[in-house]
C-alpha cells in the first residue's frame, strides 16, 4: 500500500500497540507515530512500537497538542514520501477498526486527489452524549456559515493526498482546533472530498479521548465565533445608526428616509467591519487595497439587498416595522457573507490573483 499513516498520541496504554501491531499485519509500509508529550510512566508502548521496522517514533518533549503533532508527522512525511501517494491519519486509542482504516487507504490510492474522511454514525445509542453534542454542533456551523455538509466532524480518520498534506502542513493551530481548521479548508481550496461510512466504536465510554465538550468546541469553532462577534459587533453599530437616522429624518419621505438611513449606518459599520475580519478573523495577506475593493463590491451588493427587503416589507406591513424588519433581513444576509468573505474577499491568493 503506498500510504503512510500518521499516528498522533499522547499517554497511551495498550491500546495503541493493538493498532499498530494491525496495521503492521495489514501492509502498512510506514507508520509514523508521534509521542506528543507522554509522560515516563506511558513510555513502554512507544519503545514496542519502535521495534517494527516499519515505525517511526517521532517524539514531543512536552506535550505540544494534536494539531502540532500532525504536523510533526506531515513534516516527516514531506521528507521522505518515497512515492506514497498520501497519508492516512489514526488515533491510537484503537476506535478506529483496521478495516475502516484499510478501507479509507483503498480509496485514497483509486481516488488519489480526493480528502477522504471516515465518517462515523453519531444517531446510535452507544454515542456518548458529549461526542454527539459535539458533532452537531460543529456540524450546524459548517453548514449554516460554510456550506459544507459533514456527517462526522469530530473523526480524526483522514486519507489526505499529498498535495494537500503540503497545503495543510503550515496551517493554524496546534489542539483540536487544527482538525477543524483542515476542514474549513476545503471550500476554501476546492479540496475534492468524499465521506467513509466507518464503524461507531467507543471504549470505555470514550474514557480514553483528551476531548472536552464545551472548551474543544469552542476552540474548533474559533473562527466562525470570531467572525461572529465581529458581525455582532458591526450589526450592533449599523441598528444603532439605522436608528438614530430614522429618528432624525423622520419628517422625510419613507424611502429616502430609509436610503439615507441604511447607506449612512451602511458605510460606518462596514469600517468597523472591514477592520475586524481582514485583522482578527481572517488574518488576511493580500494587498490593502484588492481586499478593501471586493468588501465594498459585497458591502454594495449587501446594502442594496437589504434596503430592497427592508423597503418592500415595510411597505406590505407598515413603516413602523422597518427596524424589525431591518434585524430579519440583515441576518439571513449574514449567514451567506461568511463564505463569501472567507472564499473571495480575504482568501488567500496565489500569484497573479488568482485562487
Known amino acids: 500500500m503506498k ?3 500518521v499516528l498522533p498520541s499522547l499517554n497511551p496504554d495498550h491500546k495503541l500497540m493493538q493498532v499498530v501491531s494491525g496495521l503492521v499485519e495489514r501492509g502498512f509500509h510506514r507508520i509514523i507515530l508521534i509521542n506528543d508529550g507522554s509522560d515516563e510512566a506511558h513510555m513502554e508502548p512507544f519503545q514496542e512500537a519502535a521495534r517494527y521496522p ?11 497538542g494534536k494539531g502540532r503533532a500532525l504536523k510533526t508527522g506531515f513534516n516527516y512525511f514531506l521528507c521522505h514520501q518515497d512515492g506514497d501517494v498520501g497519508v492516512v491519519t489514526v488515533d491510537g486509542d484503537n476506535q478506529h477498526h483496521i478495516d475502516d482504516i484499510v478501507a479509507c487507504a483503498r480509496r485514497l490510492e483509486q481516488q488519489p486527489d480526493t480528502l477522504v474522511l ?4 453519531f444517531s446510535g445509542p452507544e454515542v456518548p452524549a458529549r461526542s454527539r453534542f459535539g458533532n452537531r454542533s460543529a456540524s450546524f456551523l459548517f453548514k449554516t456559515l460554510v456550506g459544507l455538509s459533514l456527517s462526522d466532524t469530530q473523526t480524526g480518520l483522514r486519507a489526505i493526498p499529498a498535495r494537500w498534506v503540503y497545503a495543510f502542513a503550515d496551517l493554524y493551530g496546534e489542539r483540536f482546533e487544527y482538525e477543524t481548521n483542515m476542514l474549513l479548508e476545503i471550500p476554501r481550496l476546492s479540496i475534492p472530498m468524499a465521506e467513509q461510512k466507518i464503524r461507531t466504536i467507543y471504549l470505555d465510554e470514550n474514557t480514553g479521548s483528551h476531548f472536552r465538550p464545551v472548551q474543544d468546541t469552542l476552540k474548533i469553532c474559533r473562527l466562525l ?4 462577534l465581529s458581525s455582532v459587533a458591526s ?8 436608528w438614530l437616522l430614522g429618528l432624525l429624518l423622520r419628517p422625510v419621505e419613507l424611502a429616502t428616509r430609509l436610503l439615507i438611513a441604511t447607506a449612512g449606518a451602511r458605510i460606518l459599520s462596514s469600517l468597523v467591519n472591514f477592520t475586524l475580519n481582514r485583522k482578527a478573523v481572517f488574518g488576511d495577506e493580500n494587498q490593502l487595497g484588492g ?11 449587501q446594502a442594496a439587498a437589504s434596503y430592497g427587503g427592508v423597503y418592500l416589507l415595510s411597505r406590505l406591513t407598515g413603516e413602523q416595522y422597518a427596524t424589525p424588519w431591518k434585524i430579519a433581513v440583515d441576518l439571513l444576509l449574514f449567514l451567506v457573507s461568511f463564505q463569501i468573505q472567507r472564499e473571495w474577499v480575504f482568501g488567500k491568493r496565489k500569484q497573479g490573483g488568482s485562487r
Open 3 to 5: 500510504v503512510s499513516i
Open 235 to 242: 450589526f450592533g453599530v449599523d441598528i444603532l445608526l439605522f
Open 291 to 301: 481586499s478593501l475593493i471586493r468588501y465594498y463590491l459585497l458591502c454594495v451588493a
Open 118 to 121: 471516515g465518517c462515523r454514525d
Open 54 to 64: 516499519q515505525c517511526v517514533v517521532l517524539r514531543h518533549f512536552k506535550n505540544l
Open 225 to 228: 465565533v470570531k467572525f461572529l
